[in-house]
């Protein structure tokens, strides 16, 4: 079975400067798997979940490479087409549920845009579903928190009712934007359970930009490492993380904190692995002027 | 199953702000004041003891009831002409609030639409706008007006035109930066990915939040309408003579401030509280009702 999400050899430059921002980048999705793009800030990596999604700034000026949604190319397409396929086969999860959700307009209202705008679905229907979405994801009292302005909800709360947004329209393709970097810790675990079971259920392909390969553990099947636009390593979750091959993975890994043996300290990267990783950047570079 | 942490507080949608805006002493003083003035504006000609055009010259200059000399039923006494001072503040009341509504709107409307479109759209179009706002700007409120109306000619129709478009830049500057920050939101960035149009978003998710920088706005630019209007019946380039004005009044009060002060001090304190008054209101509403503020 060819992939949902077919990224091949997609360049992107900045337009100000020229300077490469994505460099070669091929990542394949599956349906019904979770795909994690790790970097760090800087890495592309929003960059890429932006270039799938079509609301790349003018800023960003892809020069190469394709990327395929089934058998559509998103680059290529027509801006209207390619809004409507965005619109009815996508969902982005975005990173700060704080500000996710307009603070002038009611749940109700926000969470049933995509069924009005995509399900033909009329007012009620729509808010007879989003009720329904809201129970799936563990909202007490859902009539009541439909009628509610966001500041009325905690953090994790309106976390689930983006989430519970994402699936109402059951996208193909999902677009995590590192959806638990703003939340505590025990809050991440649950909201990440709940994104979990929703993506199974509804077989859900999920793109999961992160910098957190904890989160990368608990929940990816496949990851791509990404530097400065380039790809470091990419292969399945377990190969990652049991047999790294590339040293700026294995550097990350020894990076992360260990809460089970806190006399390991903390391990920052070492310069060397860093200087090594711009060495590769540079020498790509150079191979692709030559 | 997970658990859910509880809502803050169990009230729902619009009663609330409402009930907030109603408790707020700002709200409840700026605003009744206000709604008195409506009233009086409203039902002038029932509310106004005598005919505020009517002259008896036997009666001119009286002082307010309570002073040496005055008579009943002349509250707040008479002017030169023997006009009853009362009757002609509640008429011009009606002069007042109906320009500085208008005008205020039209403001409002004119400049929301701009600055929404500079906000939202940037590039040449911001540019452009913003180029106009501030040359706009530079150009005195006051002498602009005079010289819109003088072109135009008097009346109400020219002062509440002169209003609006010497302050629809107000509502256009705030309005666009406001619309600027709400574009960088992720809500936005939400709405075009789930494939709402530009106008969409503008009307569904940006307005709305920024309606209630308007309504603010709009209280202040009341204000100042009452007191651009004050000033241009002051000059003489409002209304016809004979209709009652608190500028008209005030500039004719200046004339006999030694015999009759009471025709100058009414209007003037009318003229002052009135624009507290929607000062009040605005920054109680905004204070009250505003949902981004209380994010």
């Given at each position: 079975?060819?992939?949902?999400?077919?990224?091949?050899?997609?360049?992107?430059?900045?337009?100000?400067?020229?300077?490469?921002?994505?460099r070669?980048?091929?990542?394949?999705?599956?349906?019904?798997?979770?795909?994690?793009?790790?970097?760090?800030?800087?890495?592309?990596?929003?960059?890429?979940?932006?270039?799938?999604?079509?609301?790349?700034?003018?800023?960003?000026?892809?020069?190469?490479?394709?990327?395929?949604?089934?058998?559509?190319?998103?680059?290529?397409?027509?801006?209207?087409?390619?809004?409507?396929?965005?619109?009815?086969?996508?969902?982005?999860?975005?990173?700060d549920?704080?500000?996710?959700?307009?603070?002038?307009?009611?749940?109700?209202?926000?969470?049933?845009?995509?069924?009005?705008?995509?399900?033909?679905?009329?007012?009620?229907?729509?808010?007879?579903?989003?009720?329904?979405?809201?129970?799936?994801?563990a909202i007490?009292?859902?009539?009541?928190?439909?009628?509610?302005?966001?500041?009325?909800?905690?953090?994790?709360?309106?976390?689930?009712?983006?989430?519970?947004?994402?699936?109402?329209?059951?996208?193909?393709?999902?677009?995590?934007?590192?959806?638990?970097?703003?939340?505590?810790?025990?809050?991440?675990?649950q909201?990440l359970?709940?994104?979990?079971?929703?993506?199974?259920?509804?077989?859900?392909?999920?793109?999961?930009?992160?910098?957190?390969?904890?989160?990368?553990?608990?929940?990816?099947?496949?990851?791509?490492?990404?530097?400065?636009?380039?790809?470091?390593?990419?292969?399945?979750?377990?190969?990652?993380?049991?047999?790294?091959?590339?040293?700026?993975?294995?550097?990350?890994?020894?990076?992360?904190?260990?809460?089970?043996?806190?006399?390991?300290?903390?391990?920052?990267?070492?310069?060397?692995?860093?200087?090594?990783c711009?060495?590769?950047?540079?020498?790509?570079?150079?191979?692709?002027?030559? | 199953?997970?658990?859910?942490?509880?809502?803050q507080?169990?009230?729902?949608?619009?009663?609330?702000?409402?009930?907030?805006?109603?408790?707020?002493?700002?709200?409840?003083?700026g605003?009744?004041?206000?709604?008195?003035?409506?009233?009086?504006?409203?039902?002038?000609?029932?509310?106004?003891?005598?005919?505020p055009?009517?002259?008896?010259?036997?009666?001119?200059?009286?002082?307010?009831?309570?002073?040496a000399?005055a008579?009943?039923?002349?509250?707040?006494?008479?002017?030169?002409?023997?006009?009853?001072?009362?009757?002609?503040?509640?008429?011009?009341?009606?002069?007042?609030?109906?320009?500085?509504?208008?005008?205020?709107?039209?403001?409002?409307?004119?400049?929301?639409?701009?600055?929404?479109?500079?906000?939202?759209?940037?590039?040449?179009?911001?540019?452009?706008?913003?180029?106009?706002?501030?040359?706009?700007m530079?150009?005195?409120?006051?002498?602009?007006?005079?010289?819109?109306?003088?072109?135009?000619?008097?009346?109400?129709?020219?002062?509440?035109?002169?209003?609006?478009?010497?302050?629809?830049?107000?509502?256009?500057?705030?309005?666009?930066?406001?619309?600027?920050?709400q574009?960088?939101?992720?809500?936005?960035?939400?709405?075009q990915?789930?494939?709402?149009?530009?106008?969409?978003?503008?009307?569904?998710?940006?307005?709305?939040?920024?309606?209630?920088?308007?309504?603010?706005l709009?209280?202040?630019?009341?204000?100042?309408?009452?007191?651009?209007?004050?000033?241009?019946?002051?000059?003489?380039?409002?209304?016809?003579?004979d209709?009652?004005?608190?500028?008209?009044?005030?500039?004719?009060?200046?004339?006999?401030?030694?015999?009759?002060?009471?025709?100058?001090?009414?209007?003037?304190?009318g003229?002052?509280?009135?624009?507290?008054?929607?000062?009040?209101?605005?920054?109680?509403?905004r204070?009250?009702?505003?949902?981004?503020m209380?994010?």
């Amino acid at each position: 079975m060819s992939p949902l999400l077919s990224i091949d050899n997609l360049s992107a430059v900045s337009r100000r400067d020229g300077k490469p921002i994505l460099r070669n980048v091929s990542l394949h999705v599956d349906s019904g798997t979770i795909h994690g793009l790790v970097g760090e800030s800087g890495a592309g990596k929003s960059t890429i979940s932006k270039i799938i999604l079509g609301i790349v700034s003018g800023g960003v000026v892809v020069t190469s490479g394709s990327v395929m949604l089934g058998a559509n190319d998103l680059v290529r397409m027509p801006e209207r087409e390619k809004r409507v396929l965005i619109g009815s086969q996508m969902a982005l999860i975005p990173q700060d549920p704080l500000t996710a959700l307009n603070p002038g307009r009611r749940i109700g209202d926000q969470l049933t845009d995509s069924l009005r705008m995509w399900k033909g679905m009329g007012h009620k229907a729509a808010w007879a579903r989003g009720l329904e979405l809201l129970d799936h994801v563990a909202i007490r009292d859902p009539q009541r928190v439909m009628g509610l302005f966001p500041h009325h909800l905690s953090g994790g709360m309106r976390q689930r009712v983006l989430i519970a947004a994402a699936f109402a329209i059951e996208p193909k393709l999902l677009i995590a934007d590192e959806p638990t970097t703003a939340l505590d810790a025990t809050v991440q675990k649950q909201v990440l359970q709940l994104l979990k079971r929703l993506q199974a259920e509804h077989g859900t392909a999920v793109v999961f930009v992160t910098h957190d390969l904890g989160v990368v553990a608990q929940i990816c099947d496949a990851v791509t490492l990404l530097f400065q636009g380039k790809v470091m390593e990419q292969g399945t979750a377990e190969t990652i993380f049991n047999t790294p091959s590339h040293a700026y993975t294995r550097a990350l890994l020894a990076a992360s904190p260990r809460y089970d043996d806190p006399a390991a300290g903390l391990n920052p990267i070492d310069d060397a692995v860093i200087a090594a990783c711009r060495a590769e950047v540079a020498q790509f570079d150079g191979a692709q002027h030559a | 199953m997970v658990d859910t942490s509880l809502a803050q507080t169990p009230h729902r949608s619009w009663q609330p702000a409402l009930r907030a805006a109603l408790g707020d002493p700002k709200v409840l003083v700026g605003g009744g004041f206000i709604a008195f003035l409506i009233v009086l504006a409203l039902g002038a000609d029932l509310l106004a003891p005598h005919d505020p055009l009517a002259q008896d010259l036997m009666l001119g200059s009286l002082p307010p009831v309570g002073m040496a000399g005055a008579e009943p039923g002349y509250w707040l006494g008479t002017d030169d002409l023997g006009r009853d001072v009362l009757s002609r503040f509640i008429h011009g009341t009606r002069t007042a609030l109906t320009v500085a509504f208008i005008a205020a709107t039209i403001a409002a409307v004119v400049g929301t639409f701009v600055g929404l479109l500079a906000g939202y759209f940037g590039g040449w179009v911001d540019a452009v706008v913003s180029r106009l706002i501030e040359i706009w700007m530079a150009f005195p409120a006051v002498l602009l007006s005079i010289l819109i109306v003088a072109i135009l000619g008097s009346g109400v129709h020219s002062v509440i035109f002169a209003i609006a478009i010497i302050d629809w830049t107000r509502f256009a500057r705030v309005v666009r930066a406001e619309t600027m920050a709400q574009r960088q939101t992720d809500y936005v960035t939400a709405g075009q990915v789930l494939g709402f149009s530009r106008l969409g978003i503008l009307a569904g998710e940006i307005l709305p939040n920024v309606l209630w920088v308007v309504l603010g706005l709009f209280t202040l630019e009341l204000g100042l309408a009452v007191v651009i209007e004050a000033i241009l019946s002051f000059v003489g380039l409002s209304v016809s003579s004979d209709t009652p004005t608190w500028g008209g009044m005030i500039a004719q009060g200046r004339g006999i401030i030694y015999q009759a002060w009471w025709v100058f001090a009414l209007p003037l304190a009318g003229l002052l509280a009135t624009v507290l008054a929607f000062n009040q209101l605005g920054a109680g509403l905004r204070r009250s009702l505003d949902p981004v503020m209380q994010r």
